[in-house]
């Protein structure tokens, strides 16, 4: 089947009931043979006379439960041709307070991610300045300056490794403590290292941090929030690795000149990972009285307290990820409690919390989380394919080198000189921000695929005007379509592969593979951006700077080409829902 457009498929009976999974057609079923109307279900639906006369032998529990699925699924019959993205229950008032901290203290890892980025670029000049190092090893040889930039990335390769194999048997919380604790104790080695290989040792251990948060991030949020932020609160993650990265500049911009200000470039790195871990902490955990009382002083302490907005109030530290814990076996009560706090104050509604967790039940995986061979088999693949490939496009669509060349193109136009190099960055940084907010303000309404489809193109365009600007035009002309193309190529990046591809990866798995598959995608973003790395300085000698955006722009036809083919919409579905989806997509292949 192909897997092109959206998840909507037509209403009428047979195919909305193929669609929308097989466990519908039996209750359906069973609720008309309860009415006396076994004749109508059997031409309809398919059912056995046998079945279709079991109704009275239910609980009553099942048959309020049935005729709720029903009347919903009966309004959607009335109407041929109805879009399955309408089938919904009505949407339950969103509780802003628990919802963005559901968000947040995930996100904080993200940023961390993006803050290393720009801190680096400052800590770098600090450590190899003989005025500003502090130390005696200030004199490094480019390879080992290398070293530094990239240690942090091979931590970032091993984490996604370490994740694969820990990340379903730690579950998305404590995965996130390990990050954070990692980015804590890299953060303290960091600011004390007395040696280059201590530095290196505290990249490295910085860059397993990362690896952890940006896999587990996406998912625990993906899997804890309603699905009618999910794709705000994701792509709004990216917005944080920005806002990460531009924090990174200013660091570098405040410290960069004094004696050791790389060793607080990384230190300040410490207390975000802190309030990570503090938010990821279990409420039943023996170190959260310890916790509540150091974050009496900060401000992030307020969210914290219980709410008067609930008749139970807010639980701030933050539950597990309610279906990470029925694939690891627990009880359905655990799940509900974990939806009820995950909730906050709309968690009061016990009848929709009971439907939320029977809505996962139905499509858990009974067994236990698969290994490497269920995630290549049957349908972990297309969605495996589809995640990962979004990952590679993102890396190899000419980021790296665009962004690169960002402060000559705008010191060529007459905006910058060389001394103000950070301070481009940093206005760069802010446009990158604004644009993902863009992404972030419409993804759950005008969708993934209108934005992956309209920002891909904008990105092929942005990169031919980039290739002309230094083949076929000269002088003036050809320094403005130089900034006109970078301005366009970070615009359409940034509501596309920037926020969307780890939108898709945290959302688009079935619950089963997620771990390991999130892992794979996340494996393949720095693995790709390894490689990139390595390639690009000898690609752009050998083939001129021209040729190498025209390459880019031909991958980005490729990569529109995939999109266009195989990436399907998944805006305000449950992600059970998506996981039908694939689970029909697989039968109908």
């Not at 009275?56 to 009335?78: F, G, H, K, Q, W």
């Not at 048997?169 to 804590?184: I, N």
Request: hydrophobic fraction near 45%; aromatic fraction near 10%; include cysteine.
């Amino acid at each position: 089947m192909h897997a092109q457009g959206s998840l909507a498929r037509s209403a009428t009976p047979s195919r909305f009931i193929s669609d929308t999974g097989s466990r519908y057609k039996h209750r359906l079923c069973a609720l008309h043979s309860y009415r006396s109307e076994a004749p109508h279900l059997q031409r309809n639906y398919g059912c056995s006379s046998a079945f279709a006369t079991s109704m009275p032998y239910l609980s009553p529990n099942i048959r309020r439960e049935t005729l709720v699925r029903a009347e919903e699924r009966d309004s959607l019959l009335e109407a041929p041709q109805t879009d399955i993205s309408a089938v919904a229950i009505a949407p339950r008032e969103v509780d802003w307070l628990m919802t963005s901290l559901v968000f947040l203290f995930p996100a904080i890892g993200g940023l961390l991610f993006g803050y290393d980025i720009g801190a680096t670029s400052g800590a770098l000049v600090s450590i190899t300045s003989q005025q500003t190092s502090g130390t005696d090893w200030y004199s490094l040889s480019p390879f080992k300056s290398g070293l530094v930039v990239s240690s942090s990335l091979f931590g970032a390769l091993a984490g996604s490794v370490g994740a694969f194999f820990l990340g379903d048997k730690l579950g998305r919380r404590r995965e996130l403590m390990l990050a954070a604790c990692l980015y804590g104790a890299a953060a303290v080695l960091l600011f004390f290292a007395p040696s280059y290989p201590l530095l290196l040792t505290g990249r490295v251990m910085y860059g397993l941090g990362i690896g952890f948060a940006m896999h587990a991030a996406p998912a625990y949020i993906a899997e804890t929030a309603s699905a009618s932020v999910r794709g705000l609160l994701i792509s709004l993650k990216e917005g944080f690795i920005v806002g990460g990265i531009l924090l990174g500049y200013l660091a570098s911009a405040l410290w960069v000149g004094d004696t050791g200000g790389w060793r607080y470039m990384y230190g300040a790195a410490l207390p975000p990972a802190l309030i990570v871990f503090a938010g990821m902490v279990s409420p039943s955990s023996e170190l959260l009285p310890l916790l509540r009382l150091f974050f009496l002083s900060l401000f992030f302490f307020f969210l914290c307290t219980p709410s008067s907005s609930s008749s139970h109030g807010v639980i701030a530290w933050l539950p597990e990820s309610p279906r990470w814990l029925l694939l690891s076996g627990a009880s359905r009560e655990q799940a509900e409690r974990a939806v009820r706090r995950a909730w906050g104050s709309s968690g009061s509604d016990s009848q929709a919390i009971q439907q939320e967790v029977s809505n996962m039940l139905q499509d858990s995986p009974t067994s236990a989380p698969g290994g490497l061979a269920a995630l290549f088999s049957g349908r972990n693949v297309k969605p495996l394919l589809i995640g990962s490939s979004l990952m590679l496009f993102q890396q190899i669509t000419g980021q790296p080198s665009v962004l690169y060349y960002a402060a000559k193109i705008f010191k060529d136009a007459g905006f910058a000189s060389d001394s103000d190099a950070t301070r481009v960055s940093v206005v760069l940084g802010f446009f990158k921000l604004v644009m993902t907010g863009v992404a972030v303000a419409t993804v759950d309404s005008v969708g993934r695929r209108p934005l992956l489809l309209g920002g891909v193109a904008g990105l092929v365009l942005s990169l031919l005007a980039l290739s002309g600007a230094q083949t076929l035009v000269k002088g003036d002309f050809a320094t403005w379509v130089s900034v006109v193309g970078l301005l366009s190529y970070t615009a359409a990046y940034q509501v596309s592969f920037g926020p969307i591809s780890w939108l898709m990866v945290g959302e688009t798995f079935p619950l089963s593979v997620r771990g390991q598959a999130a892992a794979f995608a996340t494996f393949t973003n720095f693995g790709s951006n390894f490689l990139v790395s390595l390639v690009l300085p000898s690609l752009e000698d050998k083939a001129g700077l021209g040729a190498t955006y025209l390459i880019f722009a031909g991958i980005g036809v490729v990569a529109l080409g995939s999109i266009y083919a195989t990436v399907p919409e998944t805006k305000g579905k449950t992600l059970e829902e998506i996981e039908a989806f694939w689970e029909e997509d697989d039968k109908g292949s």
